[in-house]
């Protein structure tokens, strides 16, 4: 298996412009996260998702996100607008209910708001 | 609120030395403690687990503490090597639960001097 694939792995974007990042998770695998990485505030969960149902996105943190799983195999997290505070990387993770808690992490995405 | 808290938030070891990573948790439902390694770049990954029904668990060099009755598990690296050098994370969940996140600790950046 290829693993959980994030893409893209950069983005620069200006400020204002909208934003989709996209994630592949593990075939089989029935949860589905998304999470923000920054120096100031660590890894944060945004909003997460079982059978391709949204169960707690109080992570997120305003309107311009919002985040969709159309199919078992495929998520997007959006942003619109986009603003420089939103810089950071975000990672999308899967596991399955079955793995014991583990959950498998992408690459991440580097998005940089200019 | 954070529910797993995590220290120290940086640490320098020199090669050989042990690195000891502390965590504490809240919640009781619990059970299921992992530690995560991310490399620069790379998403994180599972390094090691421990369930509460157990108070230590090793593999190789690196081995869980865990003591259920003060809520704490800690990570101990031992003859800590440069290619240690990572952020760790810890993490909780609950196993097999409609509510399948992980909650993580803020990370902890260990450097290994050679």
């Known amino acids: 298996d290829a693993g959980v694939i994030q893409s893209p792995r950069h983005e620069v974007t200006e400020m204002g412009q909208e934003v989709t990042l996209r994630c592949k998770p593990i075939?089989?695998?029935?949860?589905l996260f998304w999470y923000r990485q920054t120096m100031m505030r660590g890894l944060e969960l945004l909003i997460y998702?079982?059978?391709?149902?949204?169960?707690?996105d109080s992570g997120m943190p305003e309107d311009r996100f919002s985040a969709k799983m159309p199919n078992a195999s495929f998520s997007t997290l959006k942003i619109q607008p986009s603003e420089p505070r939103d810089s950071a990387v975000y990672f999308c993770?899967?596991?399955?209910?079955?793995?014991?808690?583990?959950?498998?992490f992408g690459q991440g995405t580097r998005l940089t708001v200019v | 609120q954070q529910q797993v808290k995590q220290s120290p938030q940086s640490l320098i070891v020199q090669k050989g030395g042990i690195s000891i990573i502390n965590c504490a948790y809240e919640n009781t439902a619990f059970d299921y403690f992992p530690w995560y390694q991310q490399f620069p770049g790379k998403g994180p990954a599972l390094l090691i687990a421990?369930?509460?029904?157990?108070s230590e668990k090793k593999e190789g060099r690196f081995t869980i503490s865990f003591n259920k009755s003060a809520k704490q598990f800690s990570l101990h690296i031992m003859d800590s090597q440069p290619g240690d050098s990572a952020t760790y994370f810890c993490?909780?969940?609950?196993?097999?639960?409609?509510?399948?996140?992980?909650?993580f600790g803020r990370g902890t950046q260990l450097t290994v001097w050679p």
């Open positions: 075939s089989g695998h029935d949860y």
């Open positions: 998702f079982n059978n391709n149902v949204p169960i707690d």
């Open positions: 993770a899967s596991r399955n209910r079955d793995s014991g808690g583990r959950a498998f």
């Open positions: 421990i369930r509460p029904d157990v």
């Open positions: 993490a909780a969940s609950r196993r097999g639960s409609t509510l399948g996140r992980l909650y």
